[in-house]
T-cell receptor
Framework: AQSVTQPDIHITVSEGASLELRCNYS??????LFWYVQSPGQGLQLLLK????DTLVQGIKGFEAEFKRSQSSFNLRKPSVHWSDAAEYFC????WGTGNQFYFGTGTSLTVIP | NAGVTQTPKFQVLKTGQSMTLQCAQD?????MYWYRQDPGMGLRLIYY???????DKGEVPNGYNVSRLNKREFSLRLESAAPSQTSVYFC?????????????FGQGTRLTVV
């Protein structure tokens, strides 16, 4: 069965520090992987996506993620965090063969301290 | 380009009342989805529609019904609201196989059942 695990419920980083948010997935075929960001009271905005090809993908707002098939991981990174990055982050896997569904992790809440 | 539009944005219901959440997308997407978001639970799929004329249950369908009115519109109905249905509801659409495979989200409906 498809599933997504985000092991970190909450992360606090200092502004300017680097960030890595972890995501592990379980999926039988080649996964379509996504990272979304949600600001308070808002909908979800796509940060980046991976379908195939280069395993290091670049996204908006200076984020990047690396697909590692051997570890079933798709971790999100940013070299230098800004206060405006404080939000909830969701990892998701797309499963087209089972009725076009998306499976989301439970999210990681990011706090940025000055 | 409005994307995915949900109405209403906020709603308070009394236990036992019924209501319909409306969702419309203007991106010509085949697939549409209804999720609920609860603290610590991430996004859980209620129902989805892979294409016009089809609907399928997701992870948490009990207490809900849906209608795919046409390609643009996908409504979610609560026949007899319960306090356990207090949540934030998101509608999303996607177009797997049409070039855009990520899910596009509406701004959400915050529902409180008292």
């Amino acid at each position: 069965a498809q599933s997504v695990t985000q092991p970190d419920i909450h992360i606090t980083v200092s502004e300017g520090a680097s960030l890595e948010l972890r995501c592990n997935y379980s999926y039988g075929a080649t996964p379509y992987l996504f990272w979304y960001v949600q600001s308070p009271g808002q909908g979800l905005q796509l940060l980046l996506k991976y379908f195939s090809g280069d395993t290091l993908v670049q996204g908006i707002k200076g984020f990047e993620a690396e697909f590692k098939r051997s570890q079933s991981s798709f971790n999100l990174r940013k070299p230098s965090v800004h206060w405006s990055d404080a939000a909830e982050y969701f990892c998701a896997v797309g499963a087209w063969g089972t009725g076009n569904q998306f499976y989301f992790g439970t999210g990681t809440s990011l706090t940025v301290i000055p | 380009n409005a994307g995915v539009t949900q109405t209403p944005k906020f709603q308070v219901l009394k236990t036992g009342q019924s209501m319909t959440l409306q969702c419309a997308q203007d991106m010509n997407h085949n697939s549409m989805y209804w999720y609920r978001q609860d603290p610590g639970m991430g996004l859980r799929l209620i129902y989805y529609s892979a294409s016009e004329g089809t609907t399928d249950k997701g992870e948490v369908p009990n207490g809900y019904n849906v209608s795919r009115l046409n390609k643009r519109e996908f409504s979610l109905r609560l026949e007899s609201a319960a306090p356990s249905q207090t949540s934030v509801y998101f509608c999303a659409s996607s177009a797997p196989g049409q070039g855009n495979t990520e899910a596009f989200f509406g701004q959400g409906t915050r529902l409180t059942v008292v």
